[in-house]
């Protein structure tokens, strides 16, 4: 479709009646030309007509072969058109109006076009737009040579001559997959023929651009704009992979590209330094340490060619509704169909959302409509009008605009710390502007990528199986790579790490639902629970054969589903078997097919309603009605995509699950050991993925040039840095007197004729529960008795130690039966109260274990441990085998201590470093997409009461939903502050926090909402003590564990004994860390198995001034103080207490975290019903399939979805408030239980959730 600008024969028809009809007649046949009269007074009209003018017939050596057609007989609706879109060319009117125009209101004008029919492609090419649209040509520019790789100038070829017709002859434009092809002849045609044109080709119209984006237009009117349909989806292929590409084996020792840092050099820049204004604390010289060696890690070295600029650019217009494959779909469209574009998409690429990075300049050659000048030097911000896609019935504008030069040099400067203003720049930009590169570089048909920063092999799959090897496997887990830009200190780098996920297998739904139960749960709930989301496939036609209605109440015989030809218009058209109308998402099920009824409606062509003529047959019913099909599955649930309040029903039968569609929510747990057992590999096998799979999907030349982007080149070998090993940690027992030191080919320490740091009880006496199919006078029971007496002592825990003689046994599961058991037993032994209740279960069994915890900890405060038989059983299976159960018996006895407010142990050095110091750690645990809508998160802080950094109090409070920052952190604090003050009998001088899970994004948040809240704790308990508020200095850091840094042995002398990963102690803090602030990776743990993942520790505020090298020795101290391990485990053990802690949260709301299927279905009703009752209350009139929503329209969806979020907030809140503020329990108060308060001061002054 080709549009001309101010009329369409079709809308002005409509506009003007008669009056339209009866303007072309005169127009046509007045003898004397109107068109000689619209230059102005001075002119007369001629005497001749208008077809016989010489000044709007086009001229011998003009004339194409669309002004040839439309100048014969029977087109002189398209010939008046044309001659008035020229008019408009040679004498503009000031209101923009031709001669035709003028006798309507100025909004309609403004829309009118005409059609113009594309001429067929040739056999060659593709689908698609087949000319080039008419569009001014910039002035005449000798071609860029390939070297240069500048912008192509093969297409568009277009040739205006401006002095007689104005229009030019056209070139075809490519359109998918195809090549540049040869000039094929234009046609406009009237609007009455109109459905002759439809056909697999998208047509393309162009119009002139009216005010788009609110902007207002400073180019020529004359200029004009393309329009075309937006694309269809890509059609779907069903066809499975059946040969797995197995991964490398583990690679050979090797050497990588050595980046050897000059540590003076280095050190003096960072001196230089010091006194500039930065965001953060500025790094600090790089410390000189005897032990030092060179490393490998997962990061390649880019090199950038220095002559090349890129350049930044956006697609204005693409509606911020759509869904990433939406506005990929607007993306594809624009590049296909605008000619600059297509032929110059080999020097630019795209992140298939709205921007676009390009290697050489693309504005300069922009032949469209400009719509705002920018920077009148650069051209920054310049939009021009790019293109209009006609989606259903809305016409969507879009804008190209030049965003700005990629800052290459300055991203350069910021990484070789040479920057004169760090401060004032962000290189997040220009890394973007990389990865945006890199991703097209990735990109390959044996690649699968899902967004701009991970891709998949197509081929390197395994079918996830349960240990039953169910026939049918679901779930197919792809071996993947997420890779990113860096700009680190002195380098520009590519990270690739592993990154592998789980995809739905494209099967049926109702495969899936008679199969799945496997893999999914022990219940059709868990299946049905798993489908919800997931966007699904309509495998049939939804065309009648006929193309009649078989509507049950239709009664006319030749009434018919197809619009008929005289009413068609592409703009109002709906192809329900087109591939985007086909592909919906689950939004839930209904009854068996053969039982859930729908309101089947009986419409016009155009999609109304027909007042009082519906039925409501079964889905059954319908399917056999309409389409003559007989369903196979009629007793299988029928399945909901759209919404509760306006639900459309599917057999289940018919809907096929869309490939490539990514497992979104927990793996589950009947699939998730085969998942990890492939995924979790070695670090020689790692690396091998890495450089052997990952980066070989990047085509590389013999000289290092990425093949899609030459001004960049990557060195494909793996960066090898200089690491320092800091020495094992001195763990301290007995009170100092006795020192244990870490076996360096374990990592580990035992606990051999060993006493704990310190005890704290003179007598224990325990309480054991068992769990179903424990026999309470058991093998089991009896060892358990005997080991944990013997352990109390041997440690230090308490001299002595003494179980009741009554054992609980637990008939069933439910947390009810455990609180009528204590419950009965706390009744009769109000005297008697154990210290400890020990829990002994057969297997781990979750749901129990958080039932005990809530009621032992909040409901009746008492001290608990856990322990199962599984884990706890010799490996002979002789219980009288007491010394197979020494090591599982001794990390009891580390519980056991800590309840009874002990001491387990201690690092060497830690006690001077914390002399004047309060240590917090903090987290956040979010609900997870198995917890039920609108589950708030929980806050957790732990805060040290001694400077041995074994003993903690923690604090937890519940906060919305998914938010990361703890804005009452202040509050949180006082308990534990005031404790610390008690004890010291002084304030802290200082405050150390090592804060988890922040991204870099909030590091602003967490100094203002955060750091900023800690003197109100001061402030708090310098009132409580009626002192004044002191100062205090703080230090903060941010603790990282889940990121793509990876460490590689160089040799084997670098490796661990068993597991080939780097020794513990291994510090890396240059060539991959920040430029200019402080930051290092620390590994202080020896990785049970895979690949270790050291911590990133990031300083966000240094008030005590502590030194670099001191926070590294303290934070590695740290890791081995950690109260139940005896060995150093994989972060600061502060931030891993928070992290515990707010697990224990999450025990006392299982219910809402992971509920059971009878909570969920439950809260899903109501749901439901709110949805519904949300979508009564809007009362939106009935949509016809051909339309798409308006902006007004989407903004009342989301309004609905928030209105709809905020009532399931509102329903779950109290709920949720309620059971975390459970009561405590009439039998363990004070007037019940003699000590109740100490007993209860007790357990919040312990590490009770340890």
């Not at 113009?116 to 520019?141: D, N």
């Not at 609007?191 to 609110?214: C, K, R, W, Y």
């Not at 050659?365 to 911000?381: A, E, F, K, N, Y």
């Not at 605009?401 to 800052?407: C, H, K, S």
Request: charged letters at 20%; proline letters at 6%.
């Amino acid at each position: 479709m080709f549009e001309i600008p101010n009329m369409s024969l079709d809308t002005a028809r409509d506009e003007l009646g008669d009056g339209f009809a009866r303007r072309i007649d005169v127009d046509f046949k007045h003898s004397k030309c109107i068109w000689c009269k619209a230059g102005g007074t001075k002119t007369k009209k001629k005497n001749h007509s208008l077809m016989n003018c010489p000044t709007t017939k086009p001229a011998e050596n003009d004339q194409t072969s669309l002004s040839n057609e439309i100048f014969n007989a029977g087109k002189e609706g398209a010939a008046i058109a044309y001659i008035h879109q020229k008019q408009l060319s040679v004498y503009p009117r000031d209101d923009n109006a031709t001669t035709f125009s003028t006798g309507l209101s100025r909004p309609h004008a403004s829309n009118y076009t005409v059609s113009v029919k594309t001429a067929p492609a040739p056999p060659s090419a593709p689908s698609g737009l087949s000319f080039t649209p008419i569009i001014p040509v910039p002035s005449p520019q000798p071609p860029a040579s390939s070297a240069t790789q500048g912008v192509s100038s093969s297409i568009p070829s277009t040739s205006i001559d401006q002095s007689s017709s104005g229009f030019a002859s056209s070139s075809v434009v490519p359109t998918t997959g195809s090549t540049p092809a040869a000039t094929a002849p234009i046609s406009v045609i009237e609007n009455h023929i109109l459905p002759n044109m439809l056909s697999d080709q998208p047509h393309t119209e162009v119009a002139t651009q009216s005010s788009a984006f609110g902007l207002n237009a400073v180019a020529s009117v004359a200029s004009a704009v393309p329009t075309t349909n937006l694309q269809d989806a890509p059609v779907v292929n069903f066809g499975e992979l059946t040969r797995y590409n197995r991964a490398p084996g583990s690679s050979a020792y090797a050497n990588g590209n050595s980046d050897l840092v000059d540590t003076g050099e280095l050190n003096g820049e960072l001196e230089r330094l010091k006194d500039t204004a930065l965001q953060y604390p500025i790094g600090q010289s790089l410390r000189e340490r005897p032990k030092k060696g060179e490393v490998l890690t997962n990061y390649f070295k880019i090199s950038i060619d220095p002559q090349t600029t890129f350049y930044e650019y956006q697609v204005l217009g693409i509606p911020d509704s759509e869904s990433r494959a939406g506005k990929k779909r607007y993306m594809d469209t624009a590049i296909r169909n605008v000619p600059f574009l297509y032929s110059n998409r080999d020097v630019f690429a795209t992140d298939n959302v709205n921007t676009i990075v390009a290697w050489v300049n693309l504005h300069q050659h922009i032949p469209g409509v400009r719509v705002q000048s920018g920077d009148l030097m650069t051209d920054v911000g310049s939009t021009w009008a790019l293109l209009d896609i006609v989606d259903r019935d809305t016409t969507v504008p879009l804008g190209f605009q030049y965003l700005r030069p990629v800052d290459i040099f300055g991203l350069q400067q910021y990484s070789n710390t040479t920057r004169p203003d760090p401060f004032n720049h962000d290189p997040h930009p220009a890394e973007n502007a990389l990865n945006i590169i890199m991703t097209r570089c990735f990109a390959s048909s044996n690649t699968l990528q899902l967004n701009n920063h991970k891709f998949y092999v197509r081929n390197a799959y395994f079918d996830l199986k349960t240990n039953e090897g169910n026939a049918v496997a679901p779930l197919r887990a792809l071996r993947g790579y997420s890779y990113r830009v860096h700009s680190t200190l002195g380098n520009i780098l590519l990270n690739v790490s592993p990154a592998n996920s789980a995809f739905w297998r494209p099967l049926l739904v109702s495969q899936i639902y008679q199969n799945g139960s496997g893999p999914f749960g022990n219940s059709k709930d868990h299946v049905k629970r798993a489908l919800r989301g997931v966007r699904v496939y309509i495998d049939y036609s939804r065309e009648t054969k006929d193309k009649k209605c078989k509507h049950p109440k239709c009664n006319d015989p030749n009434c018919s589903t197809t619009i008929p030809p005289d009413k068609f218009s592409a703009r109002t058209s709906s192809n329900m078997d087109g591939q985007h109308a086909r592909i919906k998402t689950i939004r839930g099920f209904g009854k068996a097919c053969s039982e859930q009824t729908f309101l089947w409606e009986h419409k016009d062509v155009y999609g109304n309603i027909i007042t009082g003529q519906s039925v409501q047959p079964t889905v059954q019913e319908y399917q056999q009605r309409q389409y003559a099909r007989v369903l196979q599955h009629p007793g299988l649930p029928a399945v909901n995509v759209s919404t509760a309040g306006r639900p459309t029903w599917f057999a289940p039968e018919h809907l096929r699950i869309l490939p490539d569609q990514i497992y979104a929510k927990i793996i589950p747990d009947f699939v998730a050991n085969d998942f990890h057992r492939n995924a979790c590999r070695e670090p020689r096998e790692i690396r091998s993925r890495i450089e052997q799979e990952g980066l070989r999907h990047i085509p590389i030349t013999a000289t290092g040039q990425l093949e899609n982007c030459h001004p960049i080149s990557l060195d494909p070998r793996m960066l090898q840095i200089p690491f320092v090993h800091l020495n094992p940690a001195t763990i301290m027992y007995s009170s100092t007197t006795v020192t244990k030191t870490v076996n360096e080919n374990t990592g580990r320490w035992d606990l051999k004729e060993t006493q704990f740091f310190r005890g704290n009880a003179k007598s224990l006496k325990w309480l054991l529960i068992t769990g179903q199919g424990v026999d309470r006078n058991g093998k089991s029971v009896r060892a358990l008795t005997r080991n944990f007496d013997r352990k109390v002592k041997e440690t230090g825990v308490s001299r002595t130690s003494e179980r009741a003689d009554e054992v609980l046994s637990l008939s069933d599961d439910t947390e009810f039966t455990l609180k009528m058991m204590l419950e009965n037993y706390l009744g009769k032994n109000r005297e008697d109260v154990p210290d400890i209740v020990v829990l002994l279960l057969k297997t781990k069994d979750q749901h129990l274990y958080s039932s005990f915890k809530f009621l032992t900890d909040v409901v009746f405060i008492l001290q608990s441990i856990c322990v199962t038989e599984d884990k706890m059983r010799p490996k002979n299976l002789d219980w009288s085998n007491d010394s197979a159960l020494g090591q599982y018996m001794a990390n009891v006895a580390m519980k056991e201590n800590l309840k009874m407010a002990g001491i387990n142990h201690s690092a060497q050095g830690v006690e001077e470093q914390l002399e004047n110091t309060i240590v917090i750690g903090a987290d956040v645990t979010h609900p997870g997409s198995g917890a039920l809508q609108g589950t708030p998160s929980i806050a957790a802080i732990v805060s040290s009461l001694e400077a041995n950094g074994g003993r903690f109090r923690g604090n937890m409070r519940l906060q919305s939903a998914k938010q990361e920052i703890i804005p009452c952190l202040g509050d949180m604090l006082i308990e534990g502050l005031s404790e610390w003050c008690r004890l010291h009998r002084r304030f802290p001088e200082n405050v150390l926090y090592y804060r988890d899970g922040v991204s870099d994004t909030q590091y602003d948040e967490v100094i203002t909402k955060e750091l900023s809240t800690i003197k109100n704790a001061f402030i708090g308990v310098a009132k409580q003590f009626k002192k004044p508020v002191p100062e205090f200095k703080t230090t903060a850091v941010i603790v990282t564990k889940r990121h793509n840094t990876r460490f590689f042995p160089r040799q084997k002398d670098d490796e661990m004994r068993g597991n080939g990963n780097c020794k513990p102690g291994l510090l890396v803090e240059s060539s991959i860390t920040s430029p200019y602030y402080t930051d290092f990776y620390l590994q202080s743990h020896n990785a049970i198995k895979g690949t270790a993942r050291s911590s990133h520790y990031f300083v966000l505020q240094n008030e005590m001034g502590i030194e670099i090298s001191d926070l590294e020795d303290l934070t590695h101290n740290l890791c081995h103080t950690y109260v139940r391990a005896t060995t150093g485990v994989s972060y600061a053990s502060p931030a891993y207490y928070a992290d515990r802690l707010a697990e224990r949260g999450r025990c006392y709301l299982r219910e809402w975290f992971n509920p059971s299927n009878t909570k969920r279905n439950a809260y899903e009703t109501h749901c439901q019903q709110v949805e519904a009752d949300v979508e009564a209350a809007r009362n939106r009139p009935q949509r016809t399939g051909n339309h798409k929503k308006t902006p007004a329209e989407i903004q009342e969806d989301k309004a609905d979805r928030e209105q709809v979020l905020q009532q399931m907030r509102d329903y779950i809140w109290p709920v949720v408030e309620t059971r975390w503020n459970t009561p405590i329990h009439d039998l363990a108060e004070s007037g019940f239980r003699p000590n109740a308060k100490a007993k209860y001061d007790h357990l919040k002054g312990t590490m009770y959730w340890m």
